[in-house]
C-alpha cells in the first residue's frame, strides 16, 4: 500500500463509522474488502514551458471540447517577448485553473456553488448553483474564470472531468503535439507527473498570493511587461484571448 | 482593450446607498439609545428621520444587486434565493444574512415611529428601544461588511487593505448623518409657517448631527491618508494599484475632485465655518436651510465618488507578475 498509513486508518475509521450508523451487519471478510481505501487523488498538471512552441492545439481542442462562447476562452498561451535586437526571446506561457489547493475563488463562493473535489481535488461549478453574482470571477488571481453569457453563470477550466474519471487524459493533454503538459495524480509518487516533479527545477504562478497551485511549470518566464528584470527591458506580453493584457 | 468591469453601476450603488441606509439606522438607533429627553427631547427628531429614512436605501440597493446577477440576465429570476439555501464564511453570504436581517429590523423599527399603528397601537412604541439595539451592531455589521467584501481578495491588491471596510464604516456614517440633515432640513416647516419652525431645538439637533458628521470627516480624512501611504510604502502588487489613484493615474481626478475635495474638504471647510463660533464662544448655531441642504448633498455624492473609484479601481489593476 503506497498511500499515507494515518489517512488510510482514519478512512477506514470513517467507514466503520458510517456502516455503524446505519445500521449494517457486515461479516468480517466483506468488511475487510469493502473499506480498502481508495487513495484520494491529487490531480496536477506540469507544463514544459521548453517544448512549447505557441501552436494553440491546447487552446483549440478546449474550445472544441466545451461549448465556449466567443470572446472568452477556457485556456490560453501567452507569448512573452523581451529584449532587444539582436539579444530576443519569445517565450511562451499556457495558462489553465491551477486548480489550487486552497482555492481562493471557492472560499468566496456565497452559495456553495464551486467546490474543490474530495476525491480528485479538481476545482468544479455546479450550474444549477451558481447565481452569477461573479465574486469568484474577482477572487481568482488567475483570471481563470468567465462570466459565461449564455448560463449566466460563472465558468473554467475543469481539468475535463468529464474525461479524467472515464480514465482519459485532459483534451489540451492530448492535444498538445510537443507532449508539453503532463497530466497525472500527484499523491502517486510513481506517476509521470510527480516523478518529473520531483527531478526537475518547477515553479507555480503567483504564489505569493497563497493559493498553492497544482499546475506546475518547467522554465516558465515570469517576466511581466510592469516590472521586467532588467528596468527599462523591452517586455510585450501577448495573452492571445479578447482581453490582450494580462491581469 | 480595457479591462474588464465585472463589477459596474448596480454594484458601485449598491455599495453607497447599503452604507447609507446602515449608517442612517445607526446614527438614529444610538440617537434614540443615547439621547435622553424623550420624544419631546433633541435626539428624538433624529431618531425619527433616521428610522424612516434607513431600510428604503438598502432595499433599494439590494435590488440593484439581483439586477447585476448573471443568472437575472439569462432569466432566471428568482435563482438569487439560492443566497438563502446555505450560509458559509463567504463575505458575501454573511452579506445576505446580516442585509436580510437588517432590512426586517429597519423596517420594523420604522414601524415603531408610525403615529398610530395599526397592529400593537400603542404597545408598539414599548419595542422600539430593544430593537434600536439590534440595529447598532447590524447597522454597523452592514456597513463593515461592505468594505470586507472587496477586502477578502488578494487577487484585487487595490481593495485588500485592512483599512478599506473602516473607511467605508465612516463615510456610511457620515452619509447617514447627511441624508438625515438633508431630509430635515427640505422637510421641516419653514419659520413662519403654522407647526413647527425653525425653532431653537432644530438647531440644536442640527449642531449634533454637523458636528458628528465634522468628526467622521475628519476621521475619514486621516484614513484616507493611512490608505494611501501604506499602499504606496508597499512593493509590487499595491504599489502599482495605489498609481491609478495617484496623480497620474486614470482616476486621481475623479478621487481627489470628487471624494477627497468635494466630498470631504469642502464639507468640513463649511460645516468647521458653522460649528466653531458655537464650539468656542457659544455664539448660536444657526446655518441657513440652503447651507445645510448643500453640505449634506456634497457629502452624499462624496460617499457615492469613493464607492464608485474604488470599485473601477479594483478591477483595473490587478496582481503585478505571474
Redesign the interface.
Known sequence: MTGNPQHNGMARRKFLQASGAIGVAVAAPTAAAASKPARKKRYGMLIDARRCYGVHACSVACKAEFDVPLGHNRSWVEYIEKGTYPNVTRSF?PRLCNHCEKP?CV???????TWKREEDGIVVIDED???????C?????Y?MRY????????KKCDFCVHRVTQGLEPACVEACPSRARIFGDLNDPESEISKAIATNPVTV??P???TEPNVYYIA?D???E??PRIPNQYVRVDTNR?????? | MAPEIFWGLPVILYLFLAGLGAGALTVSSSALLRGGGGESGIHFDIARYGAFLAPLPVMLGCGLLVFELGSFHVGDWFKWLNLYKTINLSPMSIGTWLLTFFIVTSLAYAYTFLPNPPVLGEKAVRLRRPIAWLNVPLGIGVAVYTGVLLGAMPSRPFWNSPVLALLFLLSSLSTGVALILLARAILTPRAGNPGAADTPQYHASGYILTASDLLLVGIELVIVFLFIMFAYLAVGDVRHAIAVILAGGDLATLFWLGFVVVGLLVPAAVELYYIVPRLLYHREFAPPRGVEIAVSVVVLIGGFMLRYVVVIAGQITGPVGV
Open positions: 506561457l481562493a472560499s468566496v463562493c456565497p452559495t456553495g456553488a448553483i451558481c447565481i452569477g453574482c461573479k465574486y470571477i474577482q477572487a481568482c488571481p483570471d462570466p459565461d453569457p449564455v448560463t449566466g453563470t460563472a504562478l503567483r505569493e498570493k497563497g516558465a515570469h517576466t511581466d510592469r516590472e479578447r482581453l490582450k493584457e494580462r491581469r
